[in-house]
Protein backbone atom coordinates (compact mmCIF):
# COMPACT_ATOMS: atom_id res chain seq x y z
CA UNK A 1 0.00 0.00 0.00
CA UNK A 2 1.06 3.38 -0.36
CA UNK A 3 1.92 5.89 2.00
CA UNK A 4 3.48 8.21 3.82
CA UNK A 5 5.45 8.13 7.42
CA UNK A 6 6.82 10.95 9.76
CA UNK A 7 8.19 8.67 12.55
CA UNK A 8 9.21 11.77 14.81
CA UNK A 9 5.80 13.60 16.37
CA UNK A 10 8.10 15.95 18.23
CA UNK A 11 11.12 17.47 17.69
CA UNK A 12 13.16 19.78 19.76
CA UNK A 13 15.91 22.17 18.94
CA UNK A 14 18.13 24.81 20.30
CA UNK A 15 17.84 28.54 17.90
CA UNK A 16 20.63 28.03 16.13
CA UNK A 17 20.77 24.39 15.93
CA UNK A 18 20.42 22.45 12.38
CA UNK A 19 16.52 21.64 12.22
CA UNK A 20 15.61 18.08 10.35
CA UNK A 21 12.11 17.08 10.17
CA UNK A 22 11.93 13.24 8.61
CA UNK A 23 9.37 11.45 6.19
CA UNK A 24 9.88 8.68 4.16
CA UNK A 25 7.06 7.18 2.01
CA UNK A 26 6.04 3.68 0.61
CA UNK A 27 4.98 3.59 -3.09
CA UNK A 28 5.54 1.84 -6.65
CA UNK A 29 6.40 4.70 -8.62
CA UNK A 30 7.57 7.94 -8.93
CA UNK A 31 6.13 10.06 -6.78
CA UNK A 32 5.16 14.05 -6.33
CA UNK A 33 6.50 15.90 -3.00
CA UNK A 34 5.31 18.16 -0.51
CA UNK A 35 6.42 20.13 2.89
CA UNK A 36 3.56 22.36 4.33
CA UNK A 37 4.11 24.33 7.81
CA UNK A 38 0.66 24.89 10.20
CA UNK A 39 0.54 27.48 12.84
CA UNK A 40 -1.48 27.76 15.58
CA UNK A 41 -5.33 28.39 14.21
CA UNK A 42 -3.99 28.87 10.49
CA UNK A 43 -3.67 26.97 7.38
CA UNK A 44 -1.39 24.89 6.15
CA UNK A 45 1.56 26.92 4.17
CA UNK A 46 3.45 25.61 1.54
CA UNK A 47 7.19 25.47 2.05
CA UNK A 48 8.57 23.18 -1.77
CA UNK A 49 7.79 20.39 -3.36
CA UNK A 50 9.97 17.50 -5.00
CA UNK A 51 8.66 16.82 -8.61
CA UNK A 52 12.02 15.93 -10.48
CA UNK A 53 15.63 16.74 -11.22
CA UNK A 54 17.68 18.13 -8.81
CA UNK A 55 17.55 16.10 -5.48
CA UNK A 56 18.01 18.87 -3.11
CA UNK A 57 15.07 21.25 -3.49
CA UNK A 58 15.13 24.85 -1.80
CA UNK A 59 11.85 26.43 -0.46
CA UNK A 60 10.45 29.10 1.36
CA UNK A 61 11.77 30.84 4.96
CA UNK A 62 15.21 29.04 4.57
CA UNK A 63 13.60 25.55 4.13
CA UNK A 64 15.68 22.74 1.91
CA UNK A 65 14.24 19.16 0.97
CA UNK A 66 16.55 16.23 -0.12
CA UNK A 67 14.84 13.85 -1.83
CA UNK A 68 16.42 9.92 -1.67
CA UNK A 69 14.94 7.71 -3.99
CA UNK A 70 17.25 4.97 -2.53
CA UNK A 71 15.74 5.56 1.05
CA UNK A 72 12.53 6.77 -0.10
CA UNK A 73 12.93 9.98 2.13
CA UNK A 74 12.07 13.49 1.88
CA UNK A 75 13.67 14.62 5.01
CA UNK A 76 13.05 18.74 5.75
CA UNK A 77 16.06 20.53 6.98
CA UNK A 78 16.93 23.94 7.82
CA UNK A 79 20.84 24.68 9.06
CA UNK A 80 19.91 27.18 11.53
CA UNK A 81 16.29 27.33 13.54
CA UNK A 82 14.68 30.09 14.79
CA UNK A 83 12.30 30.38 17.39
CA UNK A 84 9.46 31.40 14.87
CA UNK A 85 9.93 27.88 13.54
CA UNK A 86 8.12 26.50 15.89
CA UNK A 87 5.11 24.74 14.31
CA UNK A 88 3.50 21.82 12.84
CA UNK A 89 5.17 20.10 9.89
CA UNK A 90 3.55 17.98 7.55
CA UNK A 91 5.00 15.85 4.38
CA UNK A 92 2.81 14.95 1.60
CA UNK A 93 2.67 12.59 -1.25
CA UNK A 94 0.99 12.47 -4.08
CA UNK A 95 0.98 9.43 -6.39
CA UNK A 96 0.95 9.34 -9.63
CA UNK A 97 -1.85 6.59 -9.68
CA UNK A 98 -3.73 8.53 -7.30
CA UNK A 99 -5.20 11.46 -9.22
CA UNK A 100 -4.14 14.57 -7.76
CA UNK A 101 -5.39 14.07 -4.03
CA UNK A 102 -2.26 14.60 -1.13
CA UNK A 103 -1.63 12.24 1.59
CA UNK A 104 -0.22 13.32 4.47
CA UNK A 105 1.70 11.92 7.27
CA UNK A 106 1.02 12.55 10.44
CA UNK A 107 2.70 15.87 11.16
CA UNK A 108 6.06 16.53 13.06
CA UNK A 109 5.47 19.24 15.91
CA UNK A 110 8.55 21.41 16.04
CA UNK A 111 9.62 22.91 19.18
CA UNK A 112 12.49 25.25 18.82
CA UNK A 113 13.71 27.18 22.65
CA UNK A 114 15.56 29.97 22.73
CA UNK B 1 -2.12 35.07 3.06
CA UNK B 2 -2.70 31.95 0.68
CA UNK B 3 -5.97 33.62 -1.52
CA UNK B 4 -7.93 30.75 -0.62
CA UNK B 5 -11.13 32.17 1.27
CA UNK B 6 -13.29 29.95 3.72
CA UNK B 7 -16.29 30.48 6.11
CA UNK B 8 -17.36 31.01 9.06
CA UNK B 9 -13.92 30.28 10.74
CA UNK B 10 -16.04 28.80 13.09
CA UNK B 11 -19.14 26.95 13.40
CA UNK B 12 -20.78 25.32 16.70
CA UNK B 13 -24.01 23.55 16.41
CA UNK B 14 -25.75 20.01 17.57
CA UNK B 15 -25.64 16.71 16.91
CA UNK B 16 -28.42 15.84 13.99
CA UNK B 17 -27.89 19.07 12.53
CA UNK B 18 -26.70 20.41 8.94
CA UNK B 19 -24.20 22.89 8.17
CA UNK B 20 -22.35 23.96 5.11
CA UNK B 21 -19.06 25.33 4.88
CA UNK B 22 -17.93 27.17 1.94
CA UNK B 23 -14.46 28.01 0.05
CA UNK B 24 -13.51 30.62 -2.79
CA UNK B 25 -10.08 29.32 -4.63
CA UNK B 26 -7.43 31.38 -5.76
CA UNK B 27 -8.49 33.25 -8.79
CA UNK B 28 -7.48 31.44 -11.74
CA UNK B 29 -6.92 27.81 -9.72
CA UNK B 30 -9.69 25.56 -11.67
CA UNK B 31 -9.67 22.98 -8.62
CA UNK B 32 -11.05 22.63 -5.35
CA UNK B 33 -10.12 20.27 -2.64
CA UNK B 34 -11.76 19.38 0.55
CA UNK B 35 -9.84 17.84 3.54
CA UNK B 36 -10.58 17.24 7.24
CA UNK B 37 -7.86 17.70 10.19
CA UNK B 38 -8.65 16.11 13.10
CA UNK B 39 -6.89 14.36 16.31
CA UNK B 40 -7.57 10.80 15.91
CA UNK B 41 -7.27 10.57 11.54
CA UNK B 42 -5.03 13.30 11.07
CA UNK B 43 -5.03 15.25 7.90
CA UNK B 44 -7.49 13.17 5.54
CA UNK B 45 -8.62 13.86 1.78
CA UNK B 46 -12.17 13.96 1.31
CA UNK B 47 -12.73 15.38 -2.01
CA UNK B 48 -11.74 16.76 -5.20
CA UNK B 49 -13.72 19.30 -8.07
CA UNK B 50 -12.44 20.27 -11.33
CA UNK B 51 -14.10 22.88 -13.11
CA UNK B 52 -17.17 21.97 -11.61
CA UNK B 53 -17.09 18.40 -11.98
CA UNK B 54 -16.15 16.20 -9.26
CA UNK B 55 -12.45 14.59 -10.12
CA UNK B 56 -11.25 11.93 -6.95
CA UNK B 57 -13.26 10.58 -3.80
CA UNK B 58 -11.65 10.34 -0.45
CA UNK B 59 -12.42 8.96 2.57
CA UNK B 60 -15.57 10.99 2.32
CA UNK B 61 -18.95 10.02 4.20
CA UNK B 62 -22.30 9.58 2.47
CA UNK B 63 -23.31 11.99 5.50
CA UNK B 64 -21.28 14.72 3.43
CA UNK B 65 -21.24 15.99 0.03
CA UNK B 66 -20.16 18.83 -1.91
CA UNK B 67 -20.60 20.88 -5.19
CA UNK B 68 -18.48 23.29 -7.24
CA UNK B 69 -20.29 25.99 -8.84
CA UNK B 70 -19.96 28.20 -12.17
CA UNK B 71 -18.14 30.78 -10.64
CA UNK B 72 -15.74 28.02 -9.28
CA UNK B 73 -16.37 28.48 -5.29
CA UNK B 74 -17.32 25.46 -3.49
CA UNK B 75 -19.56 23.90 -1.17
CA UNK B 76 -19.43 20.99 1.52
CA UNK B 77 -22.59 20.17 2.85
CA UNK B 78 -22.59 18.43 6.15
CA UNK B 79 -25.77 16.47 7.34
CA UNK B 80 -26.93 14.26 10.38
CA UNK B 81 -23.81 15.74 12.52
CA UNK B 82 -21.99 13.46 15.02
CA UNK B 83 -20.09 14.01 17.69
CA UNK B 84 -17.21 12.72 15.70
CA UNK B 85 -17.39 15.33 12.99
CA UNK B 86 -15.56 17.90 15.00
CA UNK B 87 -12.88 18.82 13.16
CA UNK B 88 -11.22 21.25 11.56
CA UNK B 89 -12.33 21.51 7.25
CA UNK B 90 -9.66 22.39 4.85
CA UNK B 91 -10.42 23.75 1.28
CA UNK B 92 -7.53 23.61 -1.06
CA UNK B 93 -7.44 25.43 -4.48
CA UNK B 94 -4.80 24.78 -7.71
CA UNK B 95 -4.05 25.84 -11.23
CA UNK B 96 -5.15 22.66 -12.84
CA UNK B 97 -5.69 19.29 -10.94
CA UNK B 98 -6.71 17.33 -13.82
CA UNK B 99 -4.10 15.22 -12.87
CA UNK B 100 -1.48 15.89 -15.61
CA UNK B 101 0.93 18.59 -13.95
CA UNK B 102 2.17 18.16 -10.16
CA UNK B 103 0.84 21.89 -9.50
CA UNK B 104 0.64 22.95 -5.52
CA UNK B 105 -2.29 23.27 -3.28
CA UNK B 106 -2.95 26.03 -1.67
CA UNK B 107 -5.26 26.20 1.38
CA UNK B 108 -7.15 28.03 3.25
CA UNK B 109 -7.35 29.25 6.76
CA UNK B 110 -9.67 26.29 7.90
CA UNK B 111 -13.46 26.07 9.18
CA UNK B 112 -13.63 24.70 13.02
CA UNK B 113 -16.30 22.78 13.28
CA UNK B 114 -17.76 21.88 17.00
CA UNK B 115 -20.98 19.58 17.12
CA UNK B 116 -22.26 19.86 20.64
Known amino acids: AQSVAQPEDQVNVAEGNPLTVKCTYSVSGNPYLFWYVQYPNRGLQFLLK??????LVKGSYGFEAEFNKSQTSFHLKKPSALVSDSALYFCAVRFMAAGNKLTFGGGTRVLVKP | DSGVTQTPKHLITATGQRVTLRCSPRSGDLSVYWYQQSLDQGLQFLIQYYNGEERAKGNILERFSAQQFPDLHSELNLSSLELGDSALYFC???????????????FGPGTRLTVL
Open chain 1, 50 to 55: YITGDN
Open chain 2, 92 to 106: ASSVDGAGVMPDTQY
